[in-house]
Antibody, heavy 120, light 112 residues
Framework: EVQLEESGGGLVQPGGSLRLSCAAS????????VDWVRQAPGKGLEWIGR??????????EYAASVKGRFTVSRDVSKNSLYLQMNSLKIDDSAVYFC???????????WGQGTRVTVSS | DIVMTQTPLSSPVTLGQPASISCRSS???????????LSWLQQRPGQPPRLLIY???NRFSGVPDRFSGSGAGTDFTLKISRVEAEDVGVYYC?????????FGGGTKVEIK
């Protein structure tokens, strides 16, 4: 079964750091783009970052709101995607999802999400 | 950034009746490769989003045929031919034609 599972969320103070993980299973992880999307409490979806496939050297893209603070990386040996979040702000509080991108540029597989709360 | 505007914000529907959601983009979603990367997602309460439609009108695997997508350029529509109780949730359009990817604000479908 194709699956993504996020972990690593929690409570962190403003200015702090957190690393989220996304464990992939059931598909060839290196062949796919995998993105991070977040959802603030009661709000809509916001795309925040991307890791391209091996064919594109796992290169990355970021939303302006997180560029310079967040870093997306992969450990292919562990079939895992990561989101390193630094200089966290209260507005970064959200449920963070990882999602797999199809060849048709749509998100066909989503994890259940992990909640991040930034608060003093 | 491409702004995606969905209407209505909320759609109370009687079971068995149709529902329609509109999504308008601030610029054309036609990619230089000729494709239009507009998809629709459903998010049931407490669940992650689920892909319904990709590239305007292609139904994803396992999605009931009461869901259909249409449109072109900057105007797109998701239709549910006969709403069922399991269709309750928030629906999002999303464009992947240009970075950053952007989503519509969501339309809540609820039963009258």
């Amino acid at each position: 079964e194709v699956q993504l599972e996020e972990s690593g969320g929690g409570l962190v103070q403003p200015g702090g750091s957190l690393r989220l993980s996304c464990a992939a299973s059931g598909f060839i992880f290196s062949d796919y783009y995998v993105d991070w999307v977040r959802q603030a409490p009661g709000k809509g979806l916001e795309w925040i970052g991307r890791s391209r496939s091996k064919a594109y050297s796992y290169s990355t893209e970021y939303a302006a709101s997180v560029k310079g603070r967040f870093t997306v990386s992969r450990d292919v040996s562990k079939n895992s995607l990561y989101l390193q979040m630094n200089s966290l702000k209260i507005d970064d509080s959200a449920v963070y999802f990882c999602a797999r991108l199809t060849r048709d540029d749509a998100f066909d597989v989503w994890g259940q999400g992990t909640r991040v709360t930034v608060s003093s | 950034d491409i702004v995606m505007t969905q209407t209505p914000l909320s759609s109370p529907v009687t079971l068995g009746q149709p529902a329609s959601i509109s999504c308008r983009s601030s610029q054309s979603l036609v990619h230089s490769d000729g494709n239009t990367y507009l998809s629709w997602l459903q998010q049931r309460p407490g669940q992650p989003p689920r892909l319904l439609i990709y590239k305007i009108s292609n139904r994803f695997s396992g999605v009931p045929d009461r869901f259909s997508g249409s449109g072109a350029g900057t105007d797109f529509t998701l239709k549910i031919s006969r709403v069922e109780a399991e269709d309750v949730g928030v629906y999002y359009c999303m464009q992947a034609t240009q970075y950053p990817l952007t989503f519509g604000g969501g339309t809540k479908v609820e039963i009258k």
